[in-house]
């Protein structure tokens, strides 16, 4: 769904840890995932089409395997961050609409425009700030990992007690994940590779 109805906060207390926590940016892992858990895995995004590099989103499959591994993890409240560069957060971007009918297009490129209009009322002001990247923050329980927003979806996502935090980077074709032992062993078994923290970012085949 591009324009879903997501819990948005503009109340960024759940955040303070990763701006006390990330302060470098595109460097190695710990940049990507706040450093301090036990261990640490990547996921290579690996989407129906070997051509398709998924650059900066999971693919949907993976997307769901990867919350249902974190869900025994995740009781309770999830937090969600998407970078707020996205066109369908602001007034960019153009809808692509199939057609041979020039009105029936412009009919719904309109529609398409209002709901756009009327989601972006919804938005929160706040902003996540890390180094380079602004994100908007919202919440809900693990299931809201699968939300998208249109190939989107959140770039950040971490249970209330912080024991795990997921991140997707928009410019790389892996995601990040950090968390104890036992949530490693968990994303390992749907595709994920353990990675030292310290490692650089864009030296795993897939980055």
Do not use: K
């Not at 153009?94 to 309109?110: I, L, T």
């Not at 972006?120 to 299931?143: K, N, S």
């Amino acid at each position: 769904m591009l324009f879903p109805m997501v819990q948005w906060t503009d109340d960024l207390g759940a955040a303070d840890w990763l701006v006390e926590a990330m302060t470098t940016f595109a460097f190695d892992v710990t940049s990507v995932v706040p450093a301090g858990f036990a261990a640490y895995a990547r996921l290579p995004h690996t989407g129906p089409d070997p051509d398709d590099r998924w650059r900066g989103a999971l693919p949907p499959e993976q997307l769901l395997a990867l919350a249902a591994a974190l869900a025994p993890h995740a009781r309770g409240t999830v937090w969600f961050a998407i970078w707020d560069g996205y066109g369908w957060a602001g007034d960019r971007g153009s809808f692509a609409v199939a057609g041979h009918d020039p009105a029936e297009v412009a009919a719904e490129e309109a529609r398409l425009r209002t709901r756009r209009e009327a989601f972006q009322t919804t938005l929160p002001t706040a902003r996540l700030r890390l180094p380079e990247r602004d994100y908007m923050v919202y919440y809900g329980t693990i299931t809201e990992a699968a939300v998208s927003f249109g190939r989107h979806h959140a770039n950040l996502w971490w249970p209330d007690d912080r024991s795990w935090c997921v991140a997707t980077e928009i410019d790389l074709s892996t995601t990040y994940i950090a968390g104890s032992d036992e949530v490693i062993d968990a994303v390992v078994r749907i595709g994920a590779h353990r990675v030292a923290p310290e490692a650089p970012i864009g030296e795993h085949a897939g980055d």
